[in-house]
């Protein structure tokens, strides 16, 4: 079938329902656009054009929603009716609805649709409706509320407004994870929006790719970032306590450390040698000095065998250095000996801490 442009400009017509003015003052912008139309039927006419809906959906990149830069204000919260949103023009519920500047819930859209169709014989005016309803500003919103009436429960905001609301509540899933220590990568803030997605905002052809991620860390400063400590679940909820305690250990040591000659106190300084590999990197906020994560158990990641050397306040190397290395037994292998060193002392252990080094050096 052969391409015809008057049945291009004939659905253009029933599309738009507008008239063709015979002398119209046409702008520059205008201009622009009409040249841009022209060049596309003009292709379309010789056979150059090819339209692939597969990868027009793919250029939209789930939603024309472009990350704004993250603004800090007050706080983080949102209030429903208050004049202070820490993110500007997101929904404080994904049911409400956004008319103008302001967000209407369900229950008052359909208040005001009930005061709109009160009278038996036609509607209120816009004037009227704004005396009563001060959201309601220009035709355009009774236009909205109209909208509402006919679609009832399967109306929606428009896409941009609604994934602008699931953004946001992806950020307060996502802060609370992270304070919470959880280790979290693209393909995890994949997943948590879609769950958001799939529960609450329920936009059609959302597929949260790697762009539109991209996009979302940027505007919520979420950068990748070295871990700088692992450390337990117990050690992450009583870190107050854990400090206090290192504070008053200090204390302590310094006070008691005063009563003995240099020659006397030692530092045994254990050395780990890595046992298994995790990955140091995770997903933070731009601008966090420690980056914490939880694991199963520090010392799997940590020690395969560890080494412990001792020097004196007075400068002096311990005669032997002292090792300690992991066997599921406790023993070593009869098949594998340990080289007896004048300088080393290995010994085995089925959990290696600093109370089995410090018994495997009191023994020499």
């Known amino acids: 079938m052969t391409f015809d442009v008057g049945h291009v400009i004939f659905l253009l017509l029933e599309k738009f329902k507008t008239t063709i003015p015979t002398d119209p003052n046409i702008s520059r912008q205008e201009s622009k656009v009409a040249i841009h139309f022209a060049s596309v039927l003009e292709q379309a006419i010789v056979g150059d054009l090819d339209v692939e809906e597969q990868d027009e959906l793919t250029v939209e990149d789930d939603g024309d929603w472009d990350v704004d830069d993250f603004q800090v204000t007050i706080s983080c919260l949102i209030k429903?009716?208050?004049?202070?949103?820490?993110?500007?023009?997101?929904?404080?519920?994904?049911?409400?609805?956004?008319?103008?500047?302001?967000?209407?819930?369900?229950?008052?859209?359909?208040?005001?649709?009930?005061?709109?169709?009160?009278?038996?014989?036609?509607?209120?005016?816009?004037?009227?409706?704004?005396?009563?309803?001060?959201?309601?500003?220009?035709?355009?919103?009774?236009?909205?509320?109209?909208?509402?009436?006919?679609?009832?429960?399967?109306?929606?905001?428009?896409?941009?407004?609604?994934?602008?609301?699931?953004?946001?509540?992806?950020?307060?899933?996502?802060?609370?994870?992270?304070?919470?220590?959880?280790?979290?990568?693209?393909?995890?803030?994949?997943?948590?929006?879609?769950?958001?997605?799939?529960?609450?905002?329920?936009?059609?052809?959302?597929?949260?790719?790697?762009?539109?991620?991209?996009?979302?860390?940027?505007?919520?400063?979420?950068?990748?970032?070295?871990?700088?400590?692992?450390?337990?679940?117990?050690?992450?909820?009583?870190?107050?306590?854990?400090?206090?305690?290192?504070?008053?250990?200090?204390?302590?040591?310094?006070?008691?450390?005063?009563?003995?000659?240099?020659?006397?106190?030692?530092?045994?300084?254990?050395?780990?040698?890595?046992?298994?590999?995790?990955?140091?990197r995770s997903l933070s906020f731009l601008g966090d000095k420690d980056v914490e994560r939880i694991v199963q158990a520090k010392s799997s990641l940590t020690h395969s065998f560890t080494l412990l050397p001792m020097l004196f306040q007075d400068g002096t190397l311990g005669e032997k250095a002292y090792m300690v290395m992991a066997e599921p037994s406790g023993e070593f292998p009869a098949s594998r000996p340990i080289p007896d060193c004048p300088n080393l002392v290995v010994r085995a252990g089925k959990i290696i801490s600093n109370s089995l080094l410090m018994v495997v050096s009191m023994q020499f």
């Open 80 to 280: 429903k009716h208050s004049s202070i949103q820490a993110f500007d023009d997101v929904l404080p519920s994904h049911m409400d609805v956004r008319i103008g500047d302001k967000f209407v819930t369900r229950e008052e859209l359909q208040e005001a649709l009930d005061y709109y169709r009160q009278p038996e014989k036609g509607t209120r005016t816009l004037s009227v409706m704004s005396s009563r309803f001060r959201w309601i500003v220009t035709e355009a919103h009774l236009k909205k509320l109209r909208q509402f009436e006919k679609q009832k429960i399967d109306f929606k905001e428009s896409r941009t407004i609604v994934l602008k609301f699931l953004g946001s509540r992806m950020y307060e899933v996502v802060k609370e994870k992270l304070e919470n220590g959880v280790t979290l990568h693209d393909k995890d803030l994949m997943m948590i929006a879609r769950d958001i997605n799939q529960r609450e905002t329920k936009v059609e052809n959302f597929r949260a790719s790697q762009s539109w991620i991209s996009r979302w860390k940027r505007s919520h400063r979420i950068v990748s970032r070295r871990i700088t400590k692992f450390i337990t679940r117990k050690c992450f909820l009583n870190m107050a306590a854990i400090e206090k305690s290192a504070e008053d250990f200090v204390e302590v040591s310094r006070r008691e450390m005063s009563l003995f000659h240099p020659s006397q106190i030692f530092n045994a300084d254990q050395t780990g040698i890595v046992k298994e590999l995790h990955g140091a």
